[in-house]
């Protein structure tokens, strides 16, 4: 079963407001990821991350902007919330090249639902 | 052209028949194909996995790869009704950046018939 935990699960929030979504792992992946997922429809990849300090954006523009201090933690961060970013977050991880047979694996934690009034 | 191609569905199955699920891909350097499922409202989880030419077979699961077609292939053997859900095809391939991505289709939405 993969360790990667999400937190908050639940979030309804005002507009204009900051918010952070945290995720962890506890697997020591180098990898991690963020996607964005509205009900019914298809994964998008906004942020990843291949080790401390790096991060690129992803595939589909995003207002959010994410750190990575620490192997285990990636946390995403909205400035100022808009009714616009209400979806499903959802945070990955995968182990580098070697460490496991399952090749770029991705891992999934539990999701944040958020909503942004 | 996506990357990663599959038919949305939603594709219907009765209960104990064969469920065939597809996907092609767009990129000949890709090494390596995975199979989530994901229940509504839940994240995905890995289900099957393939890196060489031909059948893997998982308990009541086999995927199918054909390289030189570009076509990732999953069969459900006596398809149950817990098996309804969204099924995503993965591939692994490399980014702009030079480094390992992992591509996802818009997934197919099984529905098995009781």
């Known amino acids: 079963e993969a360790d990667i935990y999400q937190t908050p699960r639940y979030l309804v929030i005002g507009t204009g407001k900051k918010i952070t979504l945290e995720c962890s792992q506890t697997?020591?992946?180098?990898?991690m990821y963020w996607y964005q997922q509205d009900p019914g429809m298809e994964l998008h990849l906004i942020h990843y991350?291949?080790?401390?300090?790096?991060?690129e954006k992803g595939d589909l523009s995003s207002e959010s902007t994410v750190s990575r201090i620490r192997t285990e933690h990636f946390p995403l961060t909205l400035e100022s919330a808009r009714p616009s970013h209400t979806s499903q977050y959802l945070c990955?991880?995968?182990?580098?090249?070697?460490?496991?047979?399952?090749?770029?694996?991705?891992?999934f934690g539990p999701g944040t639902r958020l909503t942004v009034l | 052209q996506k990357e990663v191609e599959q038919n949305s569905g939603p594709l219907s199955v009765p209960e104990g028949a064969i469920a065939s699920l597809n996907c092609t891909y767009s990129d000949r350097g890709s090494q390596s194909f995975f199979w989530y499922r994901q229940y509504s409202g839940k994240s995905p989880e890995l289900i099957m996995f393939i890196y060489s030419n031909g059948d893997k077979e998982d308990g009541r699961f086999t995927a199918q790869l054909n390289k030189a077609s570009q076509y990732v292939s999953l069969l459900i053997r006596d398809s149950q009704p817990s098996d309804s859900a969204t099924y995503l095809c993965a591939v692994n391939g490399v980014s702009n950046f030079g480094n390992e991505k992992l591509t996802f289709g818009t997934g197919t939405r099984l529905t098995i018939i009781p």
């Open positions: 990955a991880s995968s182990p580098r090249f070697g460490q496991t047979e399952k090749y770029n694996e991705q891992f």
């Open positions: 697997m020591g992946h180098d990898k």
């Open positions: 991350s291949y080790g401390v300090n790096s991060t």
